[in-house]
């Protein structure tokens, strides 16, 4: 039950919970998913879901609605009781030139939130502050590693990946890869 007291997480589990019940699948990414890891430091004021498989637009517009959603302007989906809004960006999954190949589940009594792995989100995040000089995805990254979820965060991997992003686009994210590393450190 979405009201004017839920959270983003509580709206992230109730859309995962109508996906679920009409058996779409679809992963939490973005800022959204940074913020459901570390609410504490990153807000966001809509879900971002991927969906996977093939979807029928109808079917998706039925499980949301079925939770009070409807489809607003650009797509988006907007409920009454809330400020947050559900988006389903284009796929596939992806994290700058890697596409993501697993995702990792939250559970709320029978609900399954398929979300970013924590390693993933990070990398979504440090994405968009290589990229754009994004200083607040900086911070999410920097949150989530932070976080509970953090002892899952592969800092090698993301050491590897950075190396790849910065052969890939012919830039150098070396230095932007250290100031994530070293306030994460303080």
């Known amino acids: ?3 004017r007291t839920s959270t983003l997480e509580d709206v992230c589990f109730a859309v995962a919970g109508a996906l679920q019940a009409a058996d779409l699948h679809a992963v939490l990414t973005g800022g959204s998913a940074a913020a459901v890891y570390a609410p504490a ?6 879900a971002d879901f991927v969906l996977t498989g093939e979807i029928d637009g109808e079917e998706l517009k039925r499980a949301l609605l079925a939770i009070g959603f ?11 009781k809330t400020q947050y809004t559900v988006e389903f960006p284009k796929g596939p999954l992806a994290v700058g030139a890697d596409y993501v190949r697993e995702s990792a589940t939250l ?8 979300i970013l792995t924590p390693t993933d ?6 994405a968009h502050f290589y990229f754009w000089n994004d200083y607040t995805a900086l911070s999410a990254a920097v949150g989530v590693a932070r976080s509970k979820h953090g ?4 800092i090698d991997d993301l050491r590897r990946w950075t190396r790849r992003e910065s ?7 070396a230095a932007k890869f250290a100031e994530f590393n070293q306030r994460v450190a303080e």
């Open 1 to 3: 039950m979405i009201d």
């Open 41 to 46: 430091s990153y807000g966001s004021d809509d």
């Open 70 to 80: 409807r489809q607003a302007v650009g797509g988006m989906f907007a409920h009454p």
């Open 107 to 114: 559970r709320r009594g029978r609900i399954h939130l398929r």
């Open 121 to 126: 989100c990070v990398r979504d995040r440090l």
């Open 151 to 154: 002892k899952k965060v592969d």
């Open 167 to 173: 052969r890939a686009s012919g830039q150098n994210y």
